[in-house]
Every structure is written in C-alpha cells, then in structure tokens.
C-alpha cells in the first residue's frame, strides 16, 4: 500500500489553517474544535495541559491585536511551523514576530509550542496587574 504524502501534508495544513484563521477571528467554538486531547500548550508566559484554558484568554489578548501577517508556512504529515508578525495596539510591543510549531495527532492539534521574545509583555503585563489592584 502506498500513501500520498501530499494528502497528509494537505490535512496537516487544513487543520491548522482552520485553528489559526478561527483564533485570531475570536470563534472559540471553531478553535476548540481543532483541539485534540490530550492537549498541550506551551509559550514563555504561560503552559497549560486544557484546550479550555488555553483559549480562555483568547479575547482578551484579541483586543490588543490590530493584525497578522503571514511569513511563513511549513507542514508535514503530523507537524506545521507557522511564523507570523502580530501587530499590536501596545506601543511598547508593536509588531511581535512568533514561530509557533503544531504537532497533530489522529487529525487534530495535540500540542502547541509558541516561540516569541516575552521580553517586551513583561512590563505590559506588571502594568496590567499594578492597575488592577
């Protein structure tokens, strides 16, 4: 039996696709859906084992966001890489450039590792809890 290596790539693309486009519209429902579980997430703010609490913060993290720009897309059977700018409303972190690497399982999103300098949300974030309290 001989496997297409295109269809696994073109599966890989269209679940991520689908994750990506539905998260920075804010349609949690279709976000989610993507998910698999077991699920895991990873970024250097924040990690989480539940699809539920890595979207938990989604719209609040939206209403910073201006735009997204596409750099770059990598897909394989049961991975993708996709590397984009995020324009944001905050001054202080303007265009964040992030990698984020994808790793599929039995057709959906089983792990999320997001790479980007958190250097700059730092203060944004110490700002954020200082006003709150």
Sequence with gaps: MTTNPQAGRAAARAVVQAYHEARFRGDVSAAAATL???????S?????????????????FLQIVTGVEMVSELYGDTEATLVYDVHTAVPAIGTQRTAE?????????GAIRLIFDATPWHAVMQAAAAAQA
Excluded at 36 to 42: A, K, N, T
Aim: zero cysteines; charged letters at 20%.
């Design 36 to 42: 698999g579980e077991p699920f895991r997430f990873s």
């Design 44 to 60: 250097p703010l924040m990690a989480s084992d539940s699809a539920h609490d890595h979207l938990a913060g989604l719209e609040a």
């Design 101 to 109: 690497h994808f790793h599929l399982t039995g057709g959906r999103i």
